[in-house]
């Protein structure tokens, strides 16, 4: 594991073996609450798990010890240094299983136990010294059933972290029980690696939007409180209660067939109604709360133990006569931005919002709000063979809010809870606040989304009708087979046929050329062929991208059986446009141009060091789940497609349980996509090991001004090293899949004129600067 360099002056004499990495903000400051409170429990979690299956206590201890080993986070302590606060990973740390016996009590009394040890454990506090931030008891019931209660710090710990644990600690003691090892995958990055990534995530430039949102968002911040029974004490004691009401099941699917007919989550719904009733309550037209997000948008990053959350504010106005839909409306809208621009910390937001800090009060939001469901499984529940493991609610550790509202689905149903510092309020009055909560969700109404009908396709099938010719007849491909050529073939599109320019040839993974076709102009041919083979998605063998470029150089040919030739492709296409470039001009043919449209170089990132290729990725998905997430919002892709993006959520089947549910709306549409995007995966698969030849030709690159920047990002799009020739490169409006409609279209078309007319117009004088070659008498 690679740690950082550090010169502390200050640090104490510790083992060898042990590394340093930065505490993230969000670390930073639980460390320095806990600092000042340190009596206090209320940043422990608690969680409850009931164990079935061949329980041994020696077999659970072997296991758990082999998770702190096996994850840095359960090994982890901190120490305040001259460059701030570090996460100190240990090479090892002691840890021992308290067993309590409960196998003689009666049921009742052993429940009662449990929950009293529960409590307790809940409650007491770590102390910051500690070399590991995590706890265990057993307390088995018989030979096959106990409570296992696991007790964390929130330094170490969030709530999708435990869910990874239980699926290990099942997995292990399944394993263990079988006589052979457990099967888990190697743990390829620790959260010391995500604050690495993090610090300097934060030093790009890459939250500049982000910043501006927040600024603008937080502008005028005035925090929101709601009166309590008693005034505020001199100092916080973190006391709290959770008062908790089960929603009836039909009201629950009331309010799910009320987000899906809003196009909004279930969260918005049950944010807003609670919006409602607090501002009733707190007299205030406008209603702020916090809420916590996961920030594990990356692949990378969803198998990292330790707490990878954010908070995040929402101010919702709620005035006179507004009603649930329109508050709901507004919440989801606030929501799309907040998750748009999750990734600035929420010390910044704290900044930005003028607030000075005070341990007496919690920072920024005195309400909070949390929408839970289970990231164990379903209904709760991981097994494996003859061990299963249950989550029930967790034992209260103290109110880090005024007022922490949470509504959790559980297998019973949905279920909305409140946990209320009772040095505030009185039980009665936390319990006020719930019947409010649940009267105005009561109200919901069904009522039908207005949305924007999505843009129409750039090449609709009547305007390509009027303007396109399909070509057939093939000839015998080396790798492609016959059918397949002939099948894309069939589908080959021409636009200004007849025109007498250089025909601009486009690879293409969808047709979407007429309006480029329309702003290019008429004295040109566009001719597009489309390289996605036919039918079904399947498994294509590896094959050099040579061979791949080498049967779109037939095609080509196909279209257009002599040059000259402007070649052009989008993403991975536009690298095999350039190698189809070297393919014809070596068989002795003319290329004018060569256009990439959004195309990274080959190699450009596998080439980067590793630390740079990683935190790449972790910029890029930063960027990119946001704005899928918009483009599932406006229906361009189904829900389900963001949401499968993450592999657990695929791997638990999640987002089609969402789907049975109601909680989530599916996407018709979302067949062409797919029906695309499986050979594109194919083709980034073998360009992977493909590095393209020096190529000294003209070159057009047209970049996505929505393209992250920075030293991770070159302007160029890696492509400098690579053509030697004259290179340019023109932003264009939209993202990497928008580019070609109206507003990218009219800029590409219109460069694409002018520099194509500068080449024709420089070719033609330099063949009348030859001297005439023709023997004179």
Not at 280 to 290: D, E, I, K
Not at 396 to 417: C, H, K, Q, T
Not at 589 to 607: A, K
Not at 659 to 664: A, C, D, E, Q
């Amino acid at each position: 594991m690679k740690g950082i360099a550090l010169n502390i002056a200050d640090a104490q004499e510790i083992e060898a073996g042990y590394a340093l990495f930065p505490a993230t903000a969000c670390q930073v400051r639980c460390w320095h609450e806990q600092k000042a409170s340190p009596k206090a429990s209320a940043l422990n979690i608690a969680f409850r798990l009931q164990l079935s299956g061949p329980l041994k206590a020696a077999s659970i201890e072997q296991v758990l010890c082999e998770l702190v080993a096996r994850h840095e986070i359960l090994r982890t302590g901190f120490l305040m240094t001259g460059a701030g606060l570090r996460q100190q990973v240990w090479s090892q740390a002691p840890f021992r299983l308290e067993v309590i016996d409960l196998t003689g009590f009666e049921e009742k009394a052993a429940f009662a136990e449990a929950e009293r040890i529960g409590g307790q454990q809940a409650r007491t506090p770590f102390e910051l010294p500690s070399r590991s931030f995590f706890r265990a008891v057993w307390l088995p019931r018989s030979v096959t059933l106990g409570e296992l209660q696991l007790t964390f710090h929130s330094l170490v710990m969030d709530g999708w972290s435990f869910a990874i644990l239980v699926r290990e600690l099942v997995e292990g003691l399944a394993a263990l029980h079988a006589g052979h090892d457990s099967e888990l995958p190697d743990v390829d990055l620790h959260h010391g690696d995500y604050a690495l990534w993090k610090e300097e995530f934060l030093a790009s430039g890459a939250l500049d939007r982000a910043r501006a949102h927040w600024r603008q968002e937080l502008q005028d911040f005035s925090r929101f409180d709601v009166a309590g029974d008693r005034p505020r004490p001199p100092a916080r004691r973190f006391q709290g209660v959770i008062r908790s009401i089960l929603l009836p099941g039909a009201l629950s699917e009331r309010l799910m067939e009320a987000a899906r007919a809003q196009g909004v989550t279930l969260f918005s719904v049950a944010a807003a109604g609670l919006a409602m009733a607090l501002q009733t309550a707190a007299g205030q037209t406008s209603v702020t709360m916090g809420t916590q997000m996961s920030v594990r948008d990356q692949q990378e990053l969803e198998g990292v133990i330790g707490p990878l959350i954010n908070t995040v504010i929402l101010r919702l106005n709620v005035t006179e006569g507004s009603t649930l839909a329109s508050v709901t409306a507004q919440c989801g809208a606030k929501l799309s931005d907040a998750i748009e621009h999750l990734h600035l910390p929420f010390e910044e937001m704290m900044v930005l919002a003028g607030e000075l800090s005070d341990m007496n009060r919690p920072p920024l939001c005195s309400v909070n709000f949390a929408l839970q469901k289970s990231f164990v499984g379903m209904d709760d529940e991981v097994r494996r063979e003859d061990f299963a493991a249950t989550t029930s609610p967790s034992f209260n550790a103290g109110a880090l809010y005024d007022l922490n509202f949470f509504m959790v689905r559980r297998p019973e149903g949905w279920r909305i809870s409140c946990e209320g510092d009772t040095d505030l309020y009185d039980v009665e009055t936390i319990d006020g606040h719930l019947a409010k909560w649940r009267e105005v969700l009561e109200s919901v109404e069904i009522v039908a989304e207005r949305l924007p009908a999505s843009a129409s396709r750039s090449a609709s099938s009547a305007a390509r009708g009027e303007t396109a010719k399909v070509v057939s007849g093939v000839g015998v491909s080396g790798f492609m087979s016959q059918a397949e050529l002939a099948a894309i073939a069939h589908n080959i599109v021409r636009f200004n046929e007849n025109a007498p320019g250089t025909p601009i040839i486009a690879l293409n993974n969808t047709a979407v050329l007429y309006g480029l076709a329309q702003e290019i102009g008429s004295d040109r041919p566009v001719i597009d062929i489309p390289m996605v083979p036919e039918g079904a998605p399947r498994a294509f063998p590896q094959r050099a991208f040579q061979d791949i470029a080498a049967d779109a150089v037939r095609l080509i040919r196909l279209a257009r059986p002599k040059g000259p030739y402007a070649l052009m492709g989008h993403c991975v296409l536009g690298a095999m446009s350039l190698e189809a470039a070297h393919q014809l001009r070596r068989e002795g043919e003319t290329v004018e141009l060569v256009i990439l449209n959004d195309s990274w170089c080959p190699g450009y990132r596998e080439m980067m060091p590793w630390y740079d290729r990683q935190l790449r990725k972790m910029q890029v998905r930063a960027d990119n789940i946001p704005r899928d997430f918009r483009k599932a919002r406006r229906g361009e892709i189904s829900m389900v497609a963001f949401l499968n993006q993450y592999r657990i959520v695929r791997w638990l089947h999640m987002a089609d349980l969402a789907l049975k549910l109601g909680l989530i709306k599916g996407n018709t549409s979302e067949h062409l996509v797919a029906e695309n995007r499986w050979y594109i995966e194919y083709l980034l698969a073998q360009q992977a090991r493909y590095r393209p030849a020096p190529y000294d030709g003209d070159v057009q690159i047209f970049r996505s001004d929505q393209a992250l920047k920075g030293r991770l990002f070159a302007w160029g799009l890696g492509w400098q090293p690579v053509v030697t020739g004259k290179l340019v490169v023109t932003p264009v409006p939209g993202m990497h899949d928008q580019i070609f409609r109206a507003a990218g279209a009219a800029v590409i078309g219109k460069q694409l004129r002018e520099r194509l007319a500068g080449i024709e117009a420089n070719s033609v004088q330099t063949s009348r600067d030859e001297p005439d070659a023709s023997p004179h008498s």
